[in-house]
């Protein structure tokens, strides 16, 4: 069985004052809520803060993004050490936003997908297509070639932490949802290339996302479908509320 993983990413939002007190009213909601993993990816002027509030909790903290090299003349950029420093557990990798308004490439993906495994980090692998794409029918082509390029030369016997998380991208902040029935191809090809990857042994153990549009009232839903183990959620997450509903309904 593999456990779910409900993952909070709150993008361009929240000071670290505002990011405790989402944590003070959030961590008594979902305490006793053990059936998942949860993390909050918080910015990074709000990483400290909000692992500090969540210190002896059953809620982790992971970064939004990192560079794949330890230190260097990076202006603004935050390495995987200074990450494990002050306790981050988690990383996501190649957002859509990022590959979209950043320039992360599938190769970039791949460097610092190598770079968390390297430090401990569990990377939170983000693939998905555009609109375009889907409506051309290239959907499967697009995911076999994220999913094959960030597993480049990554060896299956550190592969064990990694977690990706399907968005179709035409679905993030629209208010549009992935149906069910999309959500469950698009994770069967994402699954079917880790098979090609790594083995078809560690593609049935690697937990799979979605995100897009996930809010209380469709996470049971898309949680239903096998494939599915879990959610990458991003407004809704924004209300300690609604997010611990998600987390609440995310029960097999």
Known sequence: MRKPLIAANWKMFKTPAEAVAFTDAFIPLVAAQHHADIVLCPATTSLSATIEATRNTNVHIGAQNMHWLDNGAYTGETSPLMLTAIGATHVLIGHSERRQYFNETDE?????????????????????????????????????RQVSAALTDINPARATPIVFA????????????????????????????????????????????????????NAASLYA???????LV???????????????????
């Open 108 to 144: 970039t993906v791949n460097l610092k997908l190598k770079a968390a495994l390297a430090h401990n980090l569990i990377p939170i692998v983000c693939v998905g297509e555009q609109l375009a794409e889907r409506e051309a029918e290239v959907t499967a082509e697009v995911l076999q």
């Open 166 to 217: 399907y968005e179709p991208v035409w679905a993030i902040g629209t208010g549009r949802t992935a149906t069910p029935q999309i959500a469950e191809e698009a994770h069967k090809i994402v699954r079917a290339q880790i098979a090609v990857s790594l083995g078809a042994e560690l593609a049935a153990s690697i937990r799979i996302l979605y995100g897009g549009s996930v809010k209380p009232d």
């Open 225 to 231: 479908v096998a494939d599915i183990d879990g959610a």
């Open 234 to 252: 991003g407004g809704a997450s924004l209300d300690p509320t609604s997010f611990a509903q998600i987390v609440i309904n995310s029960v097999a």
